[in-house]
């Protein structure tokens, strides 16, 4: 950026003032750096010469600069005290740009301020960094420690409990709640029982032969529901391989015996996967903590849960007679119009931000996928075969019925129907039972999950599995243009066929479609692989958050 020196007339026709740190204005999609901030001043009410547009200028660029991913501090017909006092705080946050640091707190510590906190505690990632030099080790960090007072003194740090990042290579980290968050204050009870977290830490990991993950799974549920949603666990793991507290039975299952307890599983989801009580599906997740079903069982109890929540606080509603509507009017007398799309996305129309920068450089984030279809929702994609590049007709969907207590999203009059996360159901001819459990409830880096399914055609029946990981965070360009985007990569094999089975493909939170879906089938017997490629072109949501 260049500089050059104003006279004061200058600077009055300008009206404002921008300082930024990071760089530039830059377009929405650009905006990765989440140390940019912004400060942004605008004076109209000058003695002498005041100004007209001076402020609304102001707030304009701020309202630009806040699309553009940048912390914006906006000031208007501020005085030389306000001034001087603005300038010197944003030339503090400037200079002191960093991630965000974890501290452990020693019982000895008295903070007053920020700066107590090196020297006093010990910061949390300077130890992962020194465990992570040690190769070829696993490495389990487990925190009880996210109270809603550390301190005990006058001291409030900005941000509550731990802030996010993630496990280092061959790692598995472990909080007691999500980051931001804090957990049940330990201080309440006798001092003769475990805290929440703790109590069912031990309880889970005490049983003999359970990986560490699915103990960790139980844990998070069991707190969850004791709390009512108001203290939720978290992990971010890059383990590669399986942990046990207790080492597992050294003798494996046979192929018999797997397929015995796949089918009990089915056995349990068949009897469950209509319920609409919480408990049926709590019983589900303690028992298959990493089922084939767990991320769909995950977000029918995040459903009913939240139902349940509401329905406690509606008042009693006014009585209405059967059959008769009550229609939303507008002030007018009319009824009110319906509203338009709260996102577009396609040729000629602005990108949007669909993520802002994680807080925290270090971490890629944790996401609640957050899939909430609304009739009228609809996408268009570029379809074509990849292997060999030829194009296909575009691929075109619209929800055209939602029906979230039964799980069930319509597209295309019914021709394709999914979960609530995205999951297919139906697919043109095809039918999927148990479900297809390709969309996680979460989007994270290293969370993993299986995929097992049956697809029934008129006349056939075959089966298939695959095996799913979030991969990375990163930039992926489709025609709809290009976004940040979780990768989630899947590898498995069409049982009834022998063919492997490749799966890439990129999820926003809060967006209800994939952004792009890559299939590709190797078959066994040396026919060429083949497969299927979806990238967007257009979409429009009516309820879209962004995260």
Known sequence: MSLRVASRRDFLKAGSAVALAGGGIVPAWAALDPSRIALVIGNNNY??????NAVNDAKAVAALLDRAGFAVTLKTDVDRGALREAATSFGTAARGIEAKRNFLVPVDARIESAADLP??????NGLLSDLSKAKGKVFVLILDACRDDPFGTAFRPAQKGLSQFDAPAGSLLAFSTSPGSVAVDSRSGDGSVNGLYTGNLVRELSVKGVRLEDALKRVRLAVRVASRGIQVPWESTSLEGDVFVFPAATTKLTEAELEAEFQNEIGVWNRIKASKQPEDWVAYLREYPSGKFNEIAQNRLDYLLRAEEERRALAPAPLVAVGQATPTVASSGEPAARPGPQLEMG????????????????SAGTYALNRRYTV???AVYAASEPVFGARQPDRRLRVTRVDEDADRVEFNEGRVIRDTLGNSIKRDDESYEPHVQHIPAELQIGRKWTARYRTSKPGSQSE??????VVSRERVRVPAGEFEAFRLEAEGWHMTTGTRLAVRSWLVPGLNF??????????????AS???LFEMISCKQMQWTQV
Do not use: F, T, V, W
């Open 514 to 527: 994939e952004l792009k879906y890559e299939l590709i089938r190797h078959p066994r017997r040396g026919i």
């Open 119 to 124: 020297g006093q505690c010990l910061e949390l």
């Open 464 to 469: 298939a599995y695959l095996n799913y990981r």
């Open 376 to 378: 009228g929702d609809g």
């Open 347 to 362: 040729p000629g129309l602005p990108l949007p931000l669909l993520m802002r920068p994680s807080p925290n450089p270090a």
């Open 47 to 52: 003695l002498r010469s005041p100004l007209r």
């Open 530 to 532: 083949n497969g299927e």
